[in-house]
């Protein structure tokens, strides 16, 4: 039998999901708009998976390449306002 839903159900998806998932949680965290940070995940998502064909370890390097330039970035906005 195939899969009706395609990618939608899929370990890739749920990767996905669960990233977008922790991404809005972090962002709420840290009093910054969350649907920012969970486009930016689902961004990066539909980047390494759906373009570059990469699977589910291609997604785990890409968010982590996004919390590396979120954690550069805040870290420069802070240092540049005086903070650190």
Excluded at 23 to 45: F, H, N
């Amino acid at each position: 039998m195939s899969n009706p839903l395609g990618p939608l159900y899929s370990f890739e998806f749920i990767v996905c999901i669960v990233c977008a998932i922790g991404w809005y949680k972090a962002a709420d965290v840290e009093d910054v708009a969350p649907w920012l940070w969970v486009g930016l995940s689902v961004a990066v998502y539909a980047f390494t998976w759906l373009w570059l064909g990469r699977a589910w370890a291609g997604n785990l390097v890409g968010q982590g390449a996004l919390l590396l330039a979120i954690t550069l970035f805040r870290a420069w906005q802070s240092h540049r306002a005086g903070g650190g």
